[in-house]
């Protein structure tokens, strides 16, 4: 199987057409975008280059560098020992010696380290800046590590359930989606001659049900809190059941609101990448602030 996957993985870095869609998304653990800056940062003693992507996604960039230089690099990778080596071949140079590998070792914190200079194994120098510059374009961090930096928020204090607003419908404002919520309680069971004995007063004892649904609600948010933390904003789409079993149980989903700093900094982020036009981003954040 892991043979199967691995070869996999070359035939899709072999494909001209798949290698540019691929690697603008290559991401390692750890990495910020501000750290993309010091990309390529060459030790002066042991003449190595350190970067942020892992050898087999460094590898991938550094095909894709050298083909933009003209250096006509295979269309593959290779892993052997640990370290993945790239093939290119110098332009400047009579076809006989123009070949050259390039090995990318492991770094200890999870990115690469290559040898530059003239020497066996080593990465070209004039290969060194172009491949800073690819590495800082199409190097992004991960996904969720964007995601959790924006659910991160400044609360003073901790919440309480009745800070939490709990609503069968859905807001107006913008929401990010943080999970479902259930809660359950026996209610109080009552012997047959308290029922007969209640039933005749019961016509003005009609908030008797409100109250519970109001425990119940509170409970919810409780649960909501516990789970998910001071991010909690409301409960949407509450919905309060009773059962002929003498039970009450109630579900919501538990979301946290968007707010509007945060709306104009996705919209200009995805200016930046260039997913957005200069027009489309100045419509979105006119949209943005005509909702306040």
């Known amino acids: 199987m892991v043979l199967v996957y691995f070869c996999v993985s ?12 691929i690697i ?15 990309e390529g940062q060459l030790d002066a003693v042991s003449k190595t280059a350190h970067f942020s ?26 892993k052997n020992d640990g370290r993945w080596i790239v093939t290119v071949r110098d332009p400047n140079e009579p076809p006989g010696r123009s070949e050259q590998n390039v090995f990318i070792e492991s770094a200890p914190d999870g990115g690469s380290t290559i040898l530059v200079g003239t020497g066996m194994a080593a990465l070209p120098e004039r ?23 924006q659910r991160q928020r400044d609360y003073s204090g901790k919440k ?27 209610l109080k069971e009552k012997t047959l001659t308290q029922t007969l004995w209640e039933a005749p ?12 649904r109001t425990g119940l609600f509170n ?17 949407i789409k509450a919905r309060y059941k009773t059962r002929t079993d003498g039970s009450a149980f109630a579900s919501g989903l538990a979301v946290q609101y968007v707010s509007t700093e945060e709306r104009l900094d996705e ?26």
Do not use: M
């Open 267 to 292: 919209v200009g982020r995805l200016r930046d990448k260039g997913y957005l036009s200069d027009a489309e981003y100045a419509k979105k954040r006119a949209k943005i602030l005509d909702g306040l």
């Open 160 to 186: 309480a359930p009745a800070d939490v607003v709990v609503t069968a419908g859905t807001p107006v404002r913008p929401y990010r989606k943080l999970g479902k919520v259930r809660a359950s309680v026996k």
């Open 201 to 212: 007063t019961s016509w003005f004892k009609g908030d008797e049900a409100d109250t519970s």
């Open 219 to 235: 409970k919810l948010s409780e649960h909501a809190l516990s789970k998910y933390g001071n991010q909690v904003d409301a409960i």
């Open 127 to 149: 290969l060194l800046a172009p491949l800073k510059a690819t590495v800082t374009t199409h190097y992004e961090p991960p996904k969720q590590a964007v995601k959790i930096a």
């Open 10 to 21: 070359l035939l899709l870095l072999s494909v001209p057409g798949c290698s540019k869609s």
């Open 53 to 78: 992507p892992p050898p087999q996604q460094l590898a991938a960039l550094l095909i894709k560098t050298a083909k933009a230089e003209g250096w006509a690099p295979k269309q593959k990778a290779v």
């Open 24 to 38: 603008p998304k290559l991401s390692s653990p750890g990495t910020s975008a501000s750290a993309l800056k010091d």
